[in-house]
């Protein structure tokens, strides 16, 4: 199998691809950029967006490298998924290891530790047709499928299992790792492991755009970080895609959610906020352009207390071309300013891509503040640059004017 090497943003001129293979990377990788190359038939231009990992396709496999080190990659998306640390003790690197190859020593890490004291149960509601009385009758199938006779009777009642969401998304996400063609044999053992101890958990076909959300009590706390990175596994894998007819498999993350999603964990930390009070996409606000209430706004990042709006801004991980921020961002932050009533709104950019700058509305005083996060930095100082960003909301230091709150002592992210 041919095996092409891609990084994100960076141009690979005259790749060999057969239609079938061009086709579906168009189809699966809607953000990479795809064109014939000049005077070579059946070769073309690459240039990979912001999705990274691994695709393989029938005789080809495409592995995207992201542009820092992996192992900032790997402090970005656990961080993103909030209350997951993968410390470096979790995870031993090899530069040249894909994002998945990378990934699957901490998922086992953290699955050990979640199973550690034993495999969870919960209570999961269950219907049945059973010879006795078990919780509670349902008189309505009982006439409907039984005419009335007894038995077998129709209940539904509380099963004390082991086969709940947790455990099934865990399940679920070993499973489709172990679908992927890992090259670590010591990858594919570990996996293997946790056979015997999930082996009263049905294996649930997730589909990867509808990975059910987790709920976590004092009881099962201690299975959040390998749950999230479960739930990871099974957004960012795709098992036997079906392109006409080829067939792919791939497991691959889009850099601007995990940035966008970084930001919005490390920033309501720093301001030690509730997911209530600062809210990612404006989730539950109902933020509006017009009077009308017909052009919705979905802010990435936005501070709320009740119903009025404190703070508002966009994070921005893309590639971005020439020497201003595009009209379109700053267009975006204007019309939050507009629709909260705010006297500006923020930027965030990964370092890189925009240099930190303040832009002054003409005729209506709005402030759009550009900033940026250096993501070749250490994890710490990265943290540290979040907190400057924090400072700044809470003191009233950028022009936007958010002084009212510099009371508010920001969190050190270092500690």
Known sequence: MTVLELQEYRRRDAVELSQEQRDS????????????SPEKENHYDLVPGSWIGSLQLPGLEVVIRPKFPMEKVLFLVSYALGGVRLHETDVHLESE???VEAIVPGFVHQVNRALSSGVVQG???EEASLPTVRGRILFDDQIRKRYGILPPIEVRYDDFT??????????AAIF????????SEESRSSLRRFDNALANVELVPFAANNVPVAHYTRLNEHYRPAVELARLILRSTSYELR???VQATGFLVDMNRVFEDFVYESLREALRLTEREFVQGGKGKGLRLDQGGQIPLKPDLSWWRGRHCLWVGDAKYKKIEGAQVPNADLYQALAYTVATGLSGATLIYAAGERPPGTYLVRGIEKFLEVRAVDLAESPQAILAQVGFIAQDILKGSNPAGFGRFGSLVVRNPLV
């Open 123 to 125: 209570y999961r509601e």
């Open 176 to 183: 489709r790792l172990r679908q992927l063609s890992l090259r």
């Open 162 to 171: 082991e086969d709940i969401l947790l455990n099934r998304l865990l399940k």
């Open 97 to 99: 290891r894909s994002l």
């Open 25 to 36: 990377l168009l189809r699966l990788l809607p953000s990479m950029s795809v064109a014939p």
């Open 243 to 245: 392109q006409g007819r």
